[in-house]
């Protein structure tokens, strides 16, 4: 059966993400991206939330099911408030998911509990490389077997909170394929560089990662069968990065409407010109189609099913709608948009990074 | 729960639709081109025949409560799923031939607007031929010669109360089957016109005109870019006498309100996802065959590679199948809240805009990069494209769908924007 409805548990954590995202997220996002910092409390605070906690079984430390369709809805309301502080939020889930979606009975006993706990803390993960062509069927950072263990070699970028990480879950390629291993934190010759400046995202503290001959027991490589790969893996991240395009746009979107109809040009609202109008009234179409798309790659994941095509084709629409979106909200401000008062030129330097951002999240 | 399953009942109308469009649309579909206004029998009698079979109702749902079974127990009812079939068939039978899925005799705008609008008593009147002896068409007769997007609400095609009759007058343009229902079959017209010109938007209601009344007549066949196997008509009315029960709403008018006019106007809700969906059944052809003919030569989509590794062609197709999964998806909401009785004015306008765009733009594109073979009059790419531009027309321009979309969403009114 066909269905649009969230349940009603959805639609609960949904209102409640909701109120984070506008009254906290939504105030701080100016400041944070002007200084490059996230207040703490205001992170713990959207950890309180639960999302994560509730897509982790009670056996590892949480109180729920995983639900990709669940961690989307959640993802488009947290990036409703401020992408970069949802990608804050929500690092950990780039650790635990991986783990719980692809490790072992052992490593999900062993390694979830620590994460989810009552506060948040620094686990994250090392997946995008410092080149154009970056491509995550074709990673440049290798593993090789050795002895009963791995070795990890090559550089990693945009790896979030790597300064303080307690542990991270890094992406290479063995044999060929796309693989996850699990890092510790303090593991010998993992070199975290310089913090990355970068066009959006200023909250978030990012960082270039070096991996020189890491040595990683046996017990890193999060998988069953080396005939398989990380493709679910990547899936559920570029998933839940169109979700964030999602939330974005939904924001950029409001914001360009309610301005709309309040700024005059000789004597009538903006909003009141076909010009205008349109518009928003493609930006709305334009968001409702694509987030449908992201819902299905979801539900796709969830029923387990392939869902790699379905995930990258959510992904292509969604960094597309994000791009023609904060685009047009600026335009809407005109001169205004361009100020750094609005969130809107923060939105569109934001959307540009959606096709790049997958890695740093995951449902 | 949101899911996207497909229920088995859908499933297998649609591998019912797909054996229909292959064996009886495609093989005749550019016969049918090149032989504008020729009646394609064969195709309504088979549809007929098929319809009858599966109990003769029409494919408009109906929108009755379920009977009760032997034991007088009240039928179990499922999830209702009415509406989203009916956006598959549509869907699909366009993916075979949309001119001749206009001409299937099965009930499409005329019977949606007595399912949307009707009493019970005009449904039983009105929706049954559809199961008769003889196959009938129906059509919407709504645009006129000073006016197509602005109406309803510039009707100038009056309907005077004359006892226990009303007297039509007026002449309606482009009305779609319009020679099939009034002439080739013993079907029926639906006309809007106005019962008090004085009151504007406020006195327009729909009228039921059946074929073989004295006053309607066909006066001309348009010959059209595509869709050519459907007849696009002009019907003129003159003082062409109803039964006063063939009035779709209420016959009072309320100046100060417009209800009587918005509830005739809730026949587009119904519509409009008809032609999205059909709109996407021939941007589904046109994608699925343009990949056929790029496979034949070595070349397929390397899905998950970043842009920068990808050629322009896989681009292209890329674009392509994220516009037709995605409107599709937004379509099939907008039916699925007909079918679970939410208002869906909102949706029913976005997916006609959003499907009238994408199937414009991946007929056009097809055509390009397949260069001369898409050109050629050999293979029916180009008879898509052509079919493809009227959706992004009838029932409402892409501009007027925009402007409901945004009237909505900015909760304005005519006043506000225009």
Redesign the interface.
């Given at each position: 059966m066909y269905s649009f409805e969230p349940t009603e548990e959805q639609r609960m954590l949904i209102d409640a993400v909701q109120r984070y995202a506008i009254n906290d997220l939504r105030n701080a996002a100016h400041d944070a991206d002007e200084s490059g910092e996230l207040p703490q409390a205001l992170v713990e605070k959207g950890w309180e939330l639960g999302v994560l906690q509730a897509s982790v079984p009670e056996a590892y430390g949480g109180f729920g099911e995983h639900s990709a369709v669940t961690g989307v809805l959640a993802a488009e309301e947290l990036a409703y408030g401020d992408p970069a502080g949802a990608l804050a939020v929500m690092a950990p889930a780039a650790y635990a998911l991986p783990v719980l979606l692809a490790g072992s009975e052992e490593q999900k006993k062993a390694l979830l509990p620590p994460v989810i706990g009552d506060s948040w803390k620094p686990f994250t993960a090392a997946f995008i490389e410092p080149d154009f062509d970056f491509f995550a069927g074709d990673m440049r950072t290798k593993a090789r077997k050795e002895g009963s263990g791995y070795v990890i070699d090559g550089v990693k970028a945009m790896v979030p909170f790597a300064d303080r990480a307690q542990g991270l879950v890094a992406y290479a390629a063995l044999d060929g394929k796309t693989q996850a291993f699990v890092v510790p934190a303090k593991a010998e010759g993992v070199k975290v560089g310089e913090r990355e400046k970068l066009l959006g995202l200023g909250a978030l503290p990012l960082f270039r990662v070096e991996f020189e001959s890491v040595k990683l027991g046996g017990d890193a490589w999060l998988g069953d069968s080396p005939t398989k790969d990380a493709g679910p893996l990547i899936a559920a991240s570029s998933v839940a990065v169109a979700a964030l395009a999602v939330g974005l746009s939904r924001a950029a979107h409001l914001y360009s409407l309610n301005y709309a109809k309040e700024r005059e040009v000789f004597g009538t609202p903006i909003a009141q010109k076909q010009s205008i109008a349109f518009m928003l009234a493609e930006m709305a179409i334009e968001i409702e189609s694509i987030r449908l798309l992201v819902w299905e790659a979801a539900w796709l994941l969830d029923s387990g099913k392939d869902a790699a095509r379905e995930a990258y084709l959510a992904l292509s629409g969604a960094s597309d709608m994000a791009m023609m979106v904060t685009d047009r909200a600026v335009q809407i401000l005109g001169g205004h948009g361009y100020i750094r008062e609005h969130p809107v030129e923060r939105w569109y330097r934001t959307g540009r990074g959606i096709s790049t951002f997958p890695g740093l999240a995951m449902v | 729960?949101?899911?996207?399953?497909?229920?088995e009942k859908i499933q297998q109308t649609v591998t019912l639709m797909t054996m229909v469009a292959e064996n009886m649309m495609r093989p005749v579909a550019r016969h049918f081109d090149e032989h504008e206004h020729e009646v394609p029998w064969d195709y309504i009698n088979f549809m007929h025949d098929a319809n009858k079979q599966m109990g003769g109702g029409g494919f408009v749902p109906s929108t009755e409560k379920p009977k009760k079974s032997e034991s007088g127990e009240p039928k179990k009812e499922g999830?209702r799923?009415g509406y989203?079939r009916l956006a598959y068939s549509a869907e699909v039978l366009s993916w075979g031939d949309t001119g001749l899925y206009l001409c299937s005799p099965v009930g499409l705008l005329g019977a949606a607007a007595v399912a949307a609008t009707g009493t019970p008593d005009q449904k039983a009147r009105f929706l049954t031929r559809f199961g008769g002896d003889k196959p009938v068409l129906d059509a919407m007769a709504l645009t006129e010669p000073h006016a197509g997007s602005a109406m309803p609400a510039m009707v100038r095609t009056t309907a005077v109360r004359d006892g226990d009759s009303w007297v039509l007058n007026g002449e309606k343009i482009f009305v779609t089957a319009g020679h099939k229902a009034l002439v080739d079959t013993q079907g029926f017209v639906v006309v809007w016109a106005t019962i008090d010109p004085s009151a504007g938007r406020a006195g327009v209601r729909p009228f039921v005109v059946e074929a073989g009344t004295p006053g309607c007549t066909v006066t001309k066949l348009e010959h059209k870019l595509g869709i050519r196997a459907s007849d696009t008509a002009s019907v003129v009315l003159q003082d062409c006498r109803i039964p006063f029960e063939n009035i779709l709403g209420s016959p009072e008018v309320e100046k100060k309100t417009t209800e009587g006019f918005k509830g005739a106007m809730a026949t587009f809700d119904a519509s409009r996802p008809m032609v999205a969906a059909s709109a996407l059944g021939v941007a589904r052809a046109t994608l699925e065959t343009l990949k056929d003919f790029l496979a034949q030569k070595g070349i397929t989509v390397r899905?998950?590679?970043?842009?920068?590794?990808l050629t322009n062609i896989e681009r292209e197709l890329?674009?392509m199948?994220?516009?037709l999964?995605?409107?599709w998806?937004?379509v099939?909401?907008s039916v699925?809240?007909m079918d679970e009785k939410k208002p869906n004015n909102l949706?029913a306008s976005?997916g006609k805009?959003?499907a009238g765009d994408a199937v414009v733009k991946i007929t056009q594109r097809a055509v390009e990069l397949l260069g001369p073979v898409g050109y050629s009059r050999e293979h029916l790419l180009e008879k898509w494209f052509r079919d493809a531009k009227i959706n992004d027309l009838y029932e409402g321009t892409g501009?007027i769908n925009?402007?409901i979309?945004?009237?909505r969403?900015?909760d304005?009114g005519r006043q506000?924007?225009s």
């Open positions: - | 729960m949101i899911s996207f399953e497909m229920p999830p799923i989203q899905y998950g590679l970043p842009r920068s590794r890329i674009d199948e994220v516009m999964r995605s409107t998806l937004l099939l909401k699925w809240m949706e976005m805009v959003r501009q925009r402007l979309v945004a009237r969403m900015l304005y506000e924007l």
